[in-house]
T-cell receptor, first 113, second 113 residues
Framework: DGGITQSPKYLFRKEGQNVTLSCEQN?????MYWYRQDPGQGLRLIYY???????QKGDIAEGYSVSREKKESFPLTVTSAQKNPTAFYLC????????????FGEGSRLTVL | DQQVKQNSPSLSVQEGRISILNCDYT??????FLWYKKYPAEGPTFLIS?????DKNEDGRFTVFLNKSAKHLSLHIVPSQPGDSAVYFC????????????FGTGTLLAVQP
């Protein structure tokens, strides 16, 4: 069955380490997104990609990097430059269209020790 | 600058009664609005949407109302059930080439049995 798979669900990292969160979708969606959720701040857009080999910064891109080498995959790297990386990270996708809802994965909880 | 605002962090309602969740926006270019429901440690799931050409959209127990002049939308849940207890996010998009979704900060709904 189709959907969005994020892994790992829980991840612990020491300060100064980079970590990569995986996001894979088999919905044949063109556009993919990474959001971050913090308590009381809703969902904030980190990066998005509307087509393979192309991506744009969202509202809080500093300290993050992404790649889009395949239509199905949109991994997010949280670098050591990200000052407050502890958060719940959500990947989403949708068909390339001007309207319509996003389909979300189950999320990844990153905790920096 | 918070373009989409949910001013009530939480709401408590008795089972069987109506739940009304509110959302305000500032950008008059927004033309599509959505509500999402989210349980802890899970991804948000799409509930209902409304285009700016309408002022009401209904789907079962869920109705969304849009007041463009007031830049306000609301989600009505009737009757409320304990399983509706979750965080509800409103989101808006303004069309254009990217059509990013801007999310509010969420309202935690607790439906008491």
């Amino acid at each position: 069955d189709g959907g969005i798979t994020q892994s790992p669900k829980y991840l612990f990292r020491k300060e100064g380490q980079n970590v990569t969160l995986s996001c894979e979708q088999n919905l044949n969606h063109d556009a993919m997104y990474w959001y971050r959720q913090d308590p009381g701040q809703g969902l904030r857009l980190i990066y998005y990609s509307q087509i393979v080999n192309d991506f744009q910064k969202g509202d809080i891109a500093e300290g993050y990097s992404v790649s889009r080498e395949k239509k199905e995959s949109f991994p997010l790297t949280v670098t050591s430059a990200q000052k407050n990386p502890t958060a719940f990270y959500l990947c989403a996708s949708r068909p390339y269209s001007y309207t319509g809802e996003l389909f979300f994965g189950e999320g990844s909880r990153l905790t920096v020790l | 600058d918070q373009q989409v605002k949910q001013n009530s962090p939480s709401l408590s309602v008795q089972e069987g009664r109506i739940s009304i969740l509110n959302c305000d926006y500032t950008n008059s270019m927004f033309d599509y609005f959505l509500w999402y429901k989210k349980y802890p440690a899970e991804g948000p799931t799409f509930l209902i949407s409304i285009s700016s050409i309408k002022d009401k959209n209904e789907d079962g127990r869920f109705t969304v109302f849009l007041n463009k002049s007031a830049k306000h939308l609301s989600l009505h849940i009737v009757p409320s059930q304990p399983g509706d207890s979750a965080v509800y996010f409103c989101a808006a998009s303004g069309g254009g080439a990217t059509n990013k979704l801007i999310f509010g900060t969420g309202t935690l709904l607790a439906v008491q049995p």
